[in-house]
């Protein structure tokens, strides 16, 4: 079965991994070490503009590292595989990773 849920950028990163659908995944994640797998999901779940100040409803608003939703999505599919190796989801990991940062983009009023 095909990789649901994750869109054409993720799922072409999934394949850079050899992982094309759901049971390659699994596969995958089960002969991997805790380390292994956060470092798989951490490289497919890296979010192309990150770190970059863009324009969102008016307001600069600075790209996270990692799709957060995208991440915990794919960590509770393994999850209810028992194949999670123990990974943290993101939103249990410090603030300062979590929450977006506001950022001053050229052209954008500042907020007050």
């Known amino acids: 079965m095909e990789l649901k849920f994750v869109g054409e950028y993720f799922s072409r990163r999934f394949k850079r991994k050899g992982i094309v659908d759901q049971g390659a995944l699994l596969a995958r994640a089960r002969r991997s070490t805790k380390a292994e797998l956060e470092e798989l999901l951490t490289w497919v779940f890296t979010n192309k503009r ?3 100040c863009i324009d969102l409803a008016g307001r600069g608003y600075s790209v996270r590292k990692t799709n957060i939703k995208g991440y915990n ?23 300062a990773e979590v ?6 983009k050229k052209g954008l009023k500042k907020s007050k």
């Open 50 to 52: 990150k770190d970059k």
């Open 73 to 95: 999505s794919a960590l509770g599919y393994l999850r209810n595989h028992r194949a999670s190796k123990g990974v943290r989801s993101i939103g249990r990991r410090p603030v």
């Open 99 to 104: 929450f977006p940062k506001r950022c001053e």
